[in-house]
């Protein structure tokens, strides 16, 4: 995939909207917020929860996008619409979550 | 029944007096612009409910270079398809009633342009004889049909005059009884301007589906036939299959972005298909193709269903939102940087609930409100929801449709019924991360008045605030 893994402009418009500061915490919310979601969805494919896990693959997907995280954001939308995954795809989602967190936190160290 | 009995009552006259009126040569023909494809589509809707219960599938195929408006008499035009297809449904126990529509001649051509429709069915059929009763007032095929069927016989006589009186004819092939009949006419047809406010085109080619690989699941050639060449003609690489049990190879031996199922097909139905899709290790998006619509579907499976028949919009609309890349909202070459108003709530105040369970969102929702001046309160679910809003007067909700516990939409049905009559219930605004017109049109059906989608622009929080008004006290 060549998705960036932040959409550059996406997250500047965001921080000219909400104020740079308010991203600054945004970002750190989303860091809390998502190790929960990541290992609801695990918890839910592990008991066969096929409605949990589309519930967990959206709430990352829809985080993913305000922020301008495409790579994550569309990882998340594969396993939304495909359902209950492979280790496979649901380690991808992973490595997807650690690049964008990883970038949110230099994007908002250096505002 | 009493109603039954009106119904069929109110036929006859309403036949009779139309039949006296073409003969006596009273009958108007109007001419305006009209959408083809919705007068099509609304004759077909009428008669779906019945055919799903005879489990009969329906469908339609535009033909060719088919006009997308023509001049003449849609409520006319409506007339004929629905007593055609009708008729069809009535007499088919069995597989499909599919109408045609395909364009004849040019305004160069002696004739000019017309329009053909043929109604074809796999039912009772007709002998010769039979043919050559059928038009003929107050007869139908066999006397034994009247008993066994209904009907006044008038239909079909008043829908070939109809046909006459606009400019065509009408006329009847069968190979033979048990062997399925189909039903031609042609009426004059100039091409017209789609009428002002009519719905989008989906003419050609559409960048966001363009190269796309879907593979087509059917036993019944005709929906194949259908759904492939419409989607071809957006530029998507179509597959297909009549037999389910090939589909794993097929998806192991090529990639394909989604693929569409019938639900009901022999050896394999479609739900335990995608179970079995699903089982080797596929992670496609599964769209269900079915007459019962959502009902059926059983849960996690399937990212949409499509409903029988099919709608043109319908099938876009599905395709776009599972395959086209879900951008993140790119700003538009240069805009003006909208700076958020902060006096709007001084000049628009409103009382905000806000009804968003996931945290970022909620704290994004809540900063863009108060830049605007507004301080609004939260509810975590749906149920709390409910409960704010009986316990204090709101003026609007923004109720996110995906929540815990309970729903967006299951929270709007509540608020609406707990309403005391007379008393203004806030106005409730759908927050959905989904664009697919099915989900739009779940949230209207629920009750809600307007939706954003989400992630939530400034601009279109403003717009659905500026609607809201304030709700005087109860």
């Known amino acids: 995939m060549s998705e960036p893994v932040i959409d550059e402009a996406t997250f500047r418009e965001l921080q000219e909207t909400a104020g740079a500061e308010f991203v600054a915490e945004l970002v750190d919310t989303f860091v809390e917020e998502a190790p929960g979601m990541l290992a609801a969805l695990r918890q839910a494919r592990a008991t066969g929860d096929a409605d949990a896990f589309r519930r967990a693959a959206h709430s990352l997907k829809s985080n993913s996008l305000t922020f301008g995280a495409t790579a994550l954001a569309a990882a998340a939308r594969a396993l939304e619409l495909g359902g209950i995954s492979s280790d496979a795809a649901v380690d991808g989602l992973q490595s997807a979550y650690d690049a964008a967190a990883q970038r949110l936190k230099e994007l908002r160290d250096a505002a | ?474």
Request: hydrophobic share 45%.
């Open chain 2, 1 to 474: 029944t009493i109603r039954d009995s009106g119904d069929a009552l109110l036929t006859i006259i309403n036949d009779i007096l139309d039949f006296s009126k073409i003969e006596a040569g009273r009958m108007e023909i109007e001419r305006h612009p009209f959408d083809l494809r919705e007068c099509v589509e609304s004759a077909l809707d009428l008669i779906a409910a019945r055919a799903a219960e005879k489990q009969l599938d329906i469908a339609y195929v535009f033909d060719g270079e088919v006009p997308a408006a023509i001049e003449g008499d849609v409520t006319r035009l409506r007339q004929i398809l629905l007593n055609l297809l009708s008729n069809a449904v009535k007499f088919t126990e069995a597989g499909e009633v599919v109408l045609t529509v395909s364009a004849v001649g040019d305004e160069q051509t002696e004739g000019g342009a017309h329009l053909q429709f043929a109604v074809r069915d796999t039912g009772i059929g007709l002998t010769e004889e039979g043919k050559s009763r059928l038009f003929q007032k107050f007869s139908q095929a066999d006397s034994s049909t009247t008993r066994k069927y209904g009907g006044t016989g008038l239909g079909l006589a008043i829908s070939k005059l109809l046909t006459e009186l606009m400019g065509g004819t009408m006329w009847v092939s069968s190979a033979g009884p048990g062997q399925g009949s189909t039903f031609h006419f042609t009426i004059e047809a100039k091409p017209a301007e789609l009428p002002a406010g009519a719905k989008r085109e989906f003419i050609g080619e559409q960048p966001a589906l363009k190269g796309r690989r879907i593979l087509v699941v059917d036993d019944n050639a005709t929906n194949r036939r259908i759904l492939a060449l419409q989607s071809a003609k957006w530029g998507l690489v179509v597959k297909d299959s009549a037999d389910p049990l090939q589909v794993p190879a097929m998806l192991a031996a090529e990639p394909f972005d989604l693929a569409i199922l019938d639900m009901h097909m022999p050896g394999l139905d479609g739900a335990e298909l995608a179970h079995a899709i699903r089982a080797a290790g596929h992670t496609l998006p599964l769209v269900l193709f079915s007459s019962l619509g959502r009902r059926e579907v059983p849960g996690g499976l399937f990212a949409a269903v499509l409903a029988k028949p099919l709608r043109q919009s319908q099938l876009f609309d599905t395709l776009v939102g599972l395959l086209a890349h879900e951008a993140a909202p790119q700003p538009a070459a240069a805009p003006p940087k909208s700076k958020i108003d902060s006096r709007m709530a001084e000049r628009h105040p409103l009382r905000i609930l806000l009804a968003e369970d996931n945290v970022v969102n909620q704290k994004l929702a809540l900063r863009l409100l108060s830049q605007m001046g507004y301080r609004a309160d939260v509810a975590s679910n749906g149920i709390e929801a409910v409960e704010s809003v009986a316990r204090q007067r709101y003026d609007v909700v923004l109720m996110d449709v995906q929540m815990p516990e309970m729903d967006g939409l299951e929270a709007t049905r509540r608020i609406i019924a707990n309403g005391q009559p007379g008393a203004i219930r806030p106005r409730i605004v759908a927050m959905t991360a989904n664009a697919m017109a099915g989900d739009r049109d779940e949230c209207l059906a629920a009750g809600m008045d307007d939706y954003v989608t989400k992630p939530i622009r400034v601009e279109a929080l403003v717009d659905a605030l500026m609607q809201a008004t304030a709700r005087s006290a109860a």
